[in-house]
């Protein structure tokens, strides 16, 4: 068993912020992790500490069993207590811990060009990586990185932002 992240991205239009994808990173890269908010490795300084849900995100319910967290895709808040929370057209699971959020002026910050510093390292496909590599291949994260630059062309870096939490 594994720590997984679940991530979508939002724009902030007309004041408030709307979902336009979800799912947006789907690998498991403890590095990422670490990246984006210091979880599972500490081998390359955080963007930021976790800061919690956005206050302006409309989220359902948090299921006391388990802690986790489900994001209302359309910005409703509608009441959802009868237990149909697996509707994945009406919301997104955010995880169940380290929930955070940046924007994209944080992420594009972020020194993605750096050459990773190890000897040798295995992907989790196996596939051998070597001294030189950017970061943003190391990690896997370019398609990210294309969507926060793109979306940021259109409402501006300060108007999009991730929301992210993870599983264990």
């Known amino acids: 068993m594994g720590c997984d992240i679940h991530m979508i991205a939002q724009v902030k239009r007309d004041g408030a912020w709307k979902t336009t994808q979800i799912g947006v990173y789907d690998g498991r890269c403890y590095?990422?992790?670490?990246?984006?908010?210091?979880?599972?490795s500490?081998?390359?300084?955080?963007?930021?500490?976790?800061k919690g849900?956005?206050?302006?995100?409309?989220?359902?319910?948090?299921?006391?069993?388990?802690?986790?967290?489900?994001v209302t895709?359309?910005?409703?808040?509608?009441?959802?207590?009868?237990?149909?929370?697996?509707d994945d057209r009406a919301s997104f699971w955010l995880g169940d811990h380290s929930h955070s959020y940046l924007t994209a002026?944080?992420?594009l910050a972020?020194?993605?060009?750096?050459?990773?510093d190890n000897e040798e390292y295995f992907d989790?496909?196996?596939?051998?990586?070597?001294?030189?590599?950017?970061?943003?291949?190391?990690?896997?994260?370019?398609d990210v990185l294309t969507l926060m630059r793109f979306l940021s062309s259109q409402h501006g870096e300060d108007n999009v932002?991730?929301?992210?939490?993870?599983?264990?």
């Open 53 to 70: 849900i956005p206050q302006d995100l409309a989220i359902l319910p948090v299921d006391e069993y388990d802690g986790t967290v489900r």
């Open 110 to 116: 972020y020194d993605w060009d750096q050459l990773v």
């Open 105 to 107: 002026k944080e992420v």
């Open 31 to 40: 590095d990422l992790f670490g990246i984006l908010a210091g979880v599972r």
């Open 161 to 168: 932002r991730l929301v992210f939490g993870f599983d264990s």
């Open 73 to 86: 895709l359309d910005g409703s808040e509608e009441d959802m207590s009868d237990g149909d929370y697996n």
């Open 124 to 142: 989790d496909e196996e596939n051998l990586k070597t001294d030189g590599t950017p970061l943003h291949e190391w990690v896997s994260f370019d």
């Open 42 to 50: 500490h081998n390359f300084d955080p963007i930021a500490d976790p």
